[in-house]
């Protein structure tokens, strides 16, 4: 009987800047299930004064050819100025925000708080019975506070997604 | 001077601007304000489809044998959606089309109007780019920039959707060309240092390959010219995928013919023994490469595309060039300038040993008409006209590759990529437009024909004769020659059952009908079908379980060939099976 195998993948940051059009979007990530690609996670929003342009942040993984391909197929898209892959560009900052709601009482709320602070985590709606708190870091300080959270009353949790940025002085 | 204009007069005086000729369209609600534009316009003809699919597959037949964008329009809802398979075979074979579908109007957009139909999204991923056009205003810029991607960098198909307020509305209509930013502009020159690597790698190889593909064909005949004279310098072999057949002569002694799942030994070892490749506008598409592992393991592989995304798609390359076929052929032979051809001898003696298997030669047979036989008197009869050739999709179509040379480009138009049964009649129809006065051959099997037999009404209307010649072995033969050699010969709804007397068929729309039942008849009714000033339809009764060899099984090496006479077993392993 025939298996199916998988190749072993890599995960890339890649940035995309786009013209601000409707449906742009629905191609790229169109691009990405009619191609077999994975998304991991994806941001976007618009970046320039008129409007005119959308930055796009998405996680992906796949093998080295895959991930160029990714690259190449992204270029092809007329709407497409530019596609940059963070992770092969080298140093570059990646954050994420998230909103991680924490119901309890006793010594359980007061240790969210406590964890909250260590993980400089903002508190930014509570009741006597639960907080929001605000996160942002790389995705795994994010995880990790959402691991810690669990045991102490975890309701629910949001997040955006990465954003990059490449380091230093120059443009991504 | 500028004036207020409807939006429908917009896009008619736009596509005049654009030198457009034909529109290839079928009217309904949502593009009524088009079609009254269009009523009485004298610089536009409207060609009227009998489905929306021959109208997409006819605008590339104009397209692929003119070098012209094909325009089609057709309505909302089903207009568009019959439209689809066209554009994607275009999209696959990177043809230029525009494609002007209706919609409902931008109130209704999203209610599930009567006719609508998410056209844009439907077509997101099988056109070059699309828009949603929701002001008049945006009509003629966008209109332009439509045509300057269809046309250049990898051609494609682009389609503009239309709601109908958006045709009836008004808008500032300018004489001069219309004020926009160019986003869109493909690399056309090769990097020097490449070209010159490239050049070197060449200029030492003691087993050279052009590997050559529809990109010659797409990028202009100077392309075609340009290969022809790397060729002459280097003296190095060529062969061909289906789709670039044309840009080099079949009569030449380095051609090897079409390499692939049906292509020659000789080009398909040439291809596996070669030392150093240089594929030009070709993608390595599976039905070329074979079981990608054993693909050419020995060679320096060069890959010129004008498209970055075809480059390391399914074979890595060690030198890509990415620039049009045409700019970096030109720049080769600068670089190449007086060296001497290699010594090719050693190289060529090896070839001329493939040669020698005569891989398709094919058994003649004492009752029936081998399809094979039929297709080589097609050509022995016809080529004095130097006909335009189209094919279907199927056995005829790898018959049509193998047993009809085709010298020239634009010459040869076939639908590769999709593979879209259907195309033939349609885009023979096109080319016989874009053509007059040329004779214009759909190759068809009696499967593929009745996919879109009912153009055989557009051909009747416009007087266009369009001949198309039937190899009628009332089996839908690929697929049953595949269920042969790997289901056991369980053949599966393949037969072509009820079939239509073809000639009765043909005297039905207008057209003449021949019948041909034996290679007695053959000659002469490839001559009345030639002679009948005319369409014509030939139904050439061929044997019915003739095989197409040479064949690379799925899942096999080009060394693996299958040819006529060996031993094929009737079974294939899962892992095989679930190859394309």
Redesign the interface.
Known sequence: ??KITQAASERHVLTITV?NE??IL??IA??FT?RGYNIDSLTVADISENHAVSRITIVTHGPP?VI??IR??L?????V?KVNDLTEDGPHVERELALIKVAGKGENRVEALRIADLFRAKVVDTTTASFIFELTGAPDKIDSFVVLMRELGLVEVGRTGIVGMIRGGSAT | MSEERSGANILVESLVRQGVEFVFGYPGGAVLPIYDALFGEERIRHILVRHEAGAAHAAEGYARSTGKPGVVLVTSGPGATNAVTGIADAFMDSIPLVIITGQVPTAIIGTDGFQEADTIGITRHCCKHNYLVKDPADLAATIDEAFQIATTGRPGPVLIDIPKDVQIASALWHDTLPQRRNRYSPQTEGASEDVARAVELLANAKAPVFYTGGGVINSGPRASALLRELQALTGAPVTSTLMGLGAFPADHADWLGMLGMHGTYEANWAMNQADVMVCIGARFDDRVTGRLDAFSPHSTKIHIDIDRSSINKTVTVDLPIIGDCARVLEQMIAVWGKRPAQDLSAWKARIDGWRAKKSLSYPRLAREIAPQYAIERLYALTQAHRPIVSTEVGQHQMWAAQYFPINQPNEWLTSGGLGTMGYGLPAAIGAQLGNPGRLVIDIAGEASIQMNIQELGTATQYRLPVKVFILNNEWMGMVRQWQELTYESRYSNSYSDSLPDFVVLAEAYGWKGIRINSEAELDAGIQAMIDHDGPVIVDCRVAKEANCFPMIPSGAAHTDMILFGDNVAGTMDDEAKALV
Not at chain 1, 75 to 79: K, T
């Open positions: 009987m025939m013209d409707a449906g629905a191609k169109g691009l009619a050819a160029d391909q190449a197929q270029e092809r898209l007329v709407p100025h």
